[in-house]
C-alpha cells in the first residue's frame, strides 16, 4: 500500500516536469516605450547653419527565440506642417531617401535588417541634417514619422509607432554695417571737414539686419541729433535718412518696421546723414553717438 502511493505521487512530479520544458514563447518584438517627440534644436547664434540631431529607436524581444527583423520609417506628409524645412535622414544602411518614405504601413520592402536576440533589447540609430540659420523664418514646425517593425514570419503584421519631429526657431535678429569703420568698438562714420556754404553728406553706409522675423529699427542719439563740440557746448544738428525716411534721433520717433523675415544675406537699409551750411559754426571736432536698436517682432 505504501508502494503504489510512491509511485503515484512520482508520476504525478514527472507529468509538471515535462509541461514545464515543453511551454517555449517565440520570437515577440515591440518597441520600448518612450519619448516619441524629436525635438530640433538650432545653433543658438545661428554662427553655423547646420543642424544635426541624433535619435535613436528601441526594440525588444520579449522572446525566447531570435527575431529577424526590418525597420522601416516613412513620413506621414498629410499630417505634418507642410512649411517643415528640408532635411536629410541617416541610419544603420546610409542615407533613407525621402522620396521612399511613403509611410504605408503595409510597405514592407524597405528598412533595416537586424536579429533581436532573446530577452534583450536593439538600439538603431538615426541622425536628422538639416540647413537652419539666418534665413529662417520664426516658428514651430512639425512633421510626423511613422517606423514600421517588419517580422518575416508568415501572419504578423507590421509593428507602428509614431514620432514626430518638432523644430523650434527662435524670434531673434542681428545687426551688421557695410561701409563704417571701427571693428574693436563702435562703429564709426567720418564725416570730413564740415563746410559753411554747402551741405556736407556722409559716405554712403548702411544696415544689414539679419532676422527670422518681422523686426523694427529704433535709432536714438546722445544730442538728440545733433553733433556736440569735444569739450564744448556748440552743437550742429543733422539729419538722419534710414531708407529715404528721416528720424527723429530725439526718442519721439516711432521706428520703422519690417513685416517679414529677411533672407540668408539680409536686408540692407542706405544710411544717410547731412548736415545743412552755416557760416556761424566754431571751428572743432565734434561728435555724436547713435543708439541702434532692432527687435525681433
Same mark, same amino acid.
Given at each position: 500500500?505504501?508502494?503504489?502511493?510512491?509511485?503515484?505521487?512520482?508520476?504525478?512530479?514527472?507529468?509538471?516536469?515535462?509541461?514545464?520544458?515543453?511551454?517555449?514563447?517565440?520570437?515577440?518584438?515591440?518597441?520600448?516605450?518612450?519619448?516619441?517627440?524629436?525635438?530640433?534644436?538650432?545653433?543658438?547664434?545661428?554662427?553655423?547653419?547646420?543642424?544635426?540631431?541624433?535619435?535613436?529607436?528601441?526594440?525588444?524581444?520579449?522572446?525566447?527565440?531570435?527575431?529577424?527583423?526590418?525597420?522601416?520609417?516613412?513620413?506621414?506628409?498629410?499630417?505634418?506642417?507642410?512649411?517643415?524645412?528640408?532635411?536629410?535622414?541617416? *541610419? =544603420? %544602411?546610409?542615407?533613407?531617401?525621402?522620396? $521612399? @518614405?511613403? /509611410?504605408?504601413?503595409?510597405?514592407?520592402?524597405?528598412?533595416?535588417?537586424?536579429?533581436?536576440?532573446?530577452?534583450?533589447?536593439?538600439?538603431?540609430?538615426?541622425?536628422?541634417?538639416?540647413?537652419?540659420?539666418?534665413?529662417?523664418?520664426?516658428?514651430?514646425?512639425?512633421?510626423?514619422?511613422?517606423?514600421?517593425?517588419?517580422?518575416?514570419?508568415?501572419?504578423?503584421?507590421?509593428?507602428?509607432?509614431?514620432?514626430?519631429?518638432?523644430?523650434?526657431?527662435?524670434?531673434?535678429?542681428?545687426?551688421?554695417?557695410?561701409?563704417?569703420?571701427?571693428?574693436?568698438?563702435?562703429?564709426?562714420?567720418?564725416?570730413?571737414?564740415?563746410?559753411?556754404?554747402?551741405?556736407?553728406?556722409?559716405?554712403?553706409?548702411?544696415?544689414?539686419?539679419?532676422?527670422?522675423?518681422?523686426?523694427?529699427?529704433?535709432?536714438?542719439?546722445?544730442?538728440?541729433?545733433?553733433?556736440?563740440?569735444?569739450? *564744448? =557746448? %556748440?552743437?550742429?544738428?543733422?539729419?538722419? $535718412? @534710414?531708407? /529715404?525716411?528721416?528720424?527723429?534721433?530725439?526718442?519721439?520717433?516711432?521706428?520703422?518696421?519690417?513685416?517679414?523675415?529677411?533672407?540668408?544675406?539680409?536686408?540692407?537699409?542706405?544710411?544717410?546723414?547731412?548736415?545743412?551750411?552755416?557760416?556761424?559754426?566754431?571751428?572743432?571736432?565734434?561728435?555724436?553717438?547713435?543708439?541702434?536698436?532692432?527687435?525681433?517682432?
Amino acid at each position: 500500500m505504501i508502494l503504489s502511493r510512491i509511485i503515484a505521487m512520482s508520476v504525478a512530479v514527472l507529468f509538471a516536469t515535462t509541461f514545464a520544458t515543453t511551454a517555449k514563447a517565440e520570437c515577440d518584438p515591440s518597441f520600448v516605450d518612450g519619448d516619441n517627440t524629436i525635438r530640433l534644436i538650432p545653433p543658438p547664434s545661428f554662427s553655423s547653419d547646420q543642424l544635426n540631431e541624433t535619435f535613436q529607436v528601441r526594440i525588444r524581444n520579449a522572446g525566447d527565440e531570435p527575431c529577424l527583423l526590418r525597420l522601416g520609417v516613412g513620413r506621414r506628409i498629410a499630417d505634418g506642417s507642410q512649411q517643415f524645412p528640408t532635411y536629410s535622414l541617416t *541610419g =544603420p %544602411d546610409g542615407n533613407v531617401p525621402l522620396s $521612399s @518614405l511613403s /509611410g504605408a504601413p503595409d510597405t514592407g520592402s524597405f528598412g533595416t535588417e537586424f536579429v533581436a536576440p532573446p530577452g534583450e533589447q536593439v538600439v538603431i540609430a538615426y541622425e536628422i541634417r538639416m540647413d537652419v540659420g539666418w534665413g529662417s523664418e520664426a516658428g514651430i514646425f512639425t512633421e510626423d514619422l511613422v517606423f514600421q517593425l517588419f517580422d518575416d514570419r508568415p501572419g504578423h503584421p507590421p509593428i507602428i509607432r509614431d514620432a514626430r519631429l518638432m523644430l523650434e526657431i527662435p524670434k531673434m535678429a542681428l545687426i551688421r554695417f557695410a561701409g563704417v569703420s571701427g571693428i574693436d568698438g563702435p562703429a564709426l562714420i567720418e564725416m570730413g571737414a564740415i563746410s559753411p556754404h554747402s551741405v556736407t553728406q556722409s559716405p554712403p553706409f548702411a544696415l544689414r539686419i539679419l532676422s527670422t522675423s518681422g523686426y523694427r529699427m529704433e535709432l536714438v542719439s546722445d544730442n538728440g541729433g545733433a553733433l556736440r563740440r569735444v569739450n *564744448g =557746448p %556748440d552743437l550742429i544738428p543733422y539729419e538722419l $535718412s @534710414l531708407r /529715404g525716411q528721416r528720424l527723429e534721433l530725439d526718442g519721439t520717433s516711432d521706428g520703422i518696421e519690417v513685416n517679414r523675415h529677411t533672407s540668408s544675406l539680409g536686408d540692407v537699409h542706405p544710411v544717410t546723414v547731412i548736415i545743412q551750411p552755416n557760416p556761424e559754426y566754431h571751428a572743432g571736432d565734434y561728435s555724436d553717438r547713435v543708439f541702434i536698436t532692432v527687435t525681433a517682432m
